[in-house]
Every structure is written in structure tokens, then in C-alpha cells.
């Protein structure tokens, strides 16, 4: 059973920054490509960035050049450093661990998941 928890999320103003982490257990994080997606209030869940397993990351267009993702293998966490925030990024964020058949953009993809954690952004 593979067991994420997310962390980092908090208040900031318009401009500024955030680092989340997500800390798996469970199972090797080198071994897996894990995603990281969002869902504000009345939307769909929605893709936000991925890393795989051999360390090629990828984000969507809308966070192209403010969001950046990395992964700790030895500490078996991932995180979403988001920079230049704005109003519009406020959203539960999630990581989930990524199985098959899917593309990586797709909630379906995804077969273990996190709680979240809450990002809001003030302007």
C-alpha cells in the first residue's frame, strides 16, 4: 500500500512563494512517476505538473516558468516549488502516484492519491 501526504501549503500574497512536499511511504519513490494536481472550489481536478521515474519533469502552460518540480529519491519526496503566485492559483493541492494507461494529464492515470493541502492566495 503506497501512502502520500502532502505539505507546505499556507497563505501568501499575490508574488510569492510556496514549496509543497509530498512524502511517500509505502514503496521506493524511484520507481514511480508521481503527478501533481489541483482543484479549486467548483472546478475540476486539474493537472498541474509531473516528474517521472527517470527524473524528466513536465508542467502545464499555465505554471510554465513559475512552477518547478523535483524529487528527493533518498528522502522518498517530490515537491512543487511555485513561485509568482497569484490569485488564481488558490486550490487544494494533490500529489498521487501514477499507474497505467492513462496520459500523465489525466486523473485517471492516477492510482494512489493524497489528502491535500491548501493553497491560497491572497491579492
Known amino acids: 500500500q503506497v501512502q502520500l501526504v502532502e505539505s507546505g501549503g499556507g497563505l501568501v500574497q499575490a508574488g510569492g512563494s510556496l514549496r509543497l512536499s509530498c512524502t511517500v511511504s509505502g514503496r521506493t519513490l524511484g520507481t514511480m512517476t508521481m503527478g501533481w494536481f489541483r482543484q479549486a472550489p467548483g472546478k475540476e481536478r486539474e493537472f498541474v505538473g509531473r516528474?517521472?521515474?527517470?527524473?524528466?519533469?513536465r508542467v502545464a502552460d499555465s505554471v510554465k516558468g513559475r512552477f518547478t518540480i523535483s524529487r528527493d529519491n533518498a528522502k522518498n519526496t517530490v515537491y512543487l516549488q511555485m513561485n509568482s503566485l497569484k490569485p488564481e492559483d488558490t486550490a487544494v493541492y494533490y500529489c498521487?502516484?501514477?499507474?497505467?494507461?492513462?496520459?500523465?494529464?489525466?486523473?485517471?492515470?492516477?492510482?494512489?492519491w493524497g489528502q491535500g493541502t491548501q493553497v491560497t492566495v491572497s491579492s
Open positions: 498521487a502516484k501514477k499507474g497505467s494507461g492513462f496520459p500523465s494529464e489525466s486523473t485517471a492515470a492516477y492510482e494512489y
Open positions: 516528474s517521472s521515474n527517470g527524473g524528466v519533469t
